[in-house]
């Protein structure tokens, strides 16, 4: 789920699950609010700039590394796909 800040996105909120699953639209609802007041909650504590990374976009659609600030230890894999 997007983390969007002043209509720019400022991280990503990533939920899995052990079995693969289709989250239901409550759940999904459920996320986005979550993801809404995160973004109030690392904008008042100042965690991404103003002018930073997040108003990059990529030029091609080749693979990229994108660095970032994990907020809670885990690991993740997946595609960032701007749309």
């Given at each position: 789920?997007?983390i ?36 109030e ?43």
């Amino acid at each position: 789920v997007p983390i969007i800040r002043r209509e720019r996105a400022v991280g990503v909120l990533s939920v899995q699950h052990v079995d693969p699953r289709k989250y239901d639209e409550v759940e999904i609802e459920a996320l986005q609010t979550v993801a809404m007041v995160l973004s109030e909650l690392i904008a008042n504590a100042e965690l991404v700039d103003a002018s930073g990374a997040a108003t990059m976009r990529p030029q091609s659609t080749a693979p990229m590394r994108i660095a970032g600030l994990k907020l809670v230890d885990g690991m993740a894999s997946g595609y960032a796909v701007f749309h």
